[in-house]
């Protein structure tokens, strides 16, 4: 199965090198790269997200293409069965993508041109787009790698928190003033860090006794 948008930015003519691809890479799904063609204008503005929504994605997915966010795809009958999309807006893309390495499946890249210079190609705003599918791709991370978004930071604000301690101690050492926003940004640093590494192995562990 082959999918692309239906606003004239994509091109059916590749629809043949799609199905090529599946058969001869054994592949389970085929993503068309704008970043493998070098005759792609893609906006400036447009490359800066995607960039972003790619390192999000291929962070928790451990996926290593170079266009995760592209919408033309083809999908072999192995994928379609073993997939299970539950996100029903713009981020099923990427939580097809972060499905990948759980299924076993086999992704490969071809090269395809877009086109930018048609007028009306999408009903939302890209900035708004963006910051949906981020938020998608965040609430995906929560569920599937709750430690990397929740306990990686909690551990960053206790080492905060001790930072701002020791600043504390060191200054009433030497001056036997004892100062309260120190206290304060070392207490909640900690408190914040504590509560988010926590939280990161409750639902860790969930995770591991809901897919058991």
Do not use: C
Not at 19 to 48: H, Q
Not at 58 to 83: F, H, M, P, W
Not at 118 to 147: A, D, M, Y
């Amino acid at each position: 199965m082959t999918i692309l948008d239906g606003d004239g930015q994509h091109a059916p003519s590749y629809i043949t090198d799609f199905i090529a691809a599946l058969k001869t890479n054994k592949a389970d799904i085929v993503i068309g790269s704008r970043f493998m063609e070098t005759n792609n204008t893609i906006p400036k503005y447009r490359i800066g997200g995607m960039k972003v929504l790619n390192m999000a994605t291929g962070l928790v997915g451990n996926i290593k293409t170079t266009d995760l966010q592209s919408g033309y795809r083809a999908y072999s009958r192995r994928a379609i069965e073993k997939i299970k999309v539950i996100n029903p807006d713009m981020g099923a893309g990427s939580e097809i993508l972060m499905q990948l390495n759980d299924s076993n499946l086999n992704v490969v890249e071809i090269p395809i041109i877009v086109r930018y210079d048609i007028e009306g190609t999408s009903s939302k705003n890209p900035v708004s787009h963006g910051f949906g599918v981020l938020n998608s791709i965040s609430r995906l991370i929560t569920e599937k790698q709750p430690l990397l978004l929740l306990g990686l930071p909690g551990v960053a604000f206790i080492v905060i928190g001790f930072y701002y301690g020791l600043m504390l101690l060191r200054l009433y050492n030497q001056t036997g003033y004892f100062s309260m926003p120190l206290t304060l940004l070392a207490g909640f640093s900690i408190i914040f860090g504590t509560f988010g590494v926590f939280t990161g192995l409750m639902l860790k562990a969930i995770s591991r006794f809901a897919t058991k």
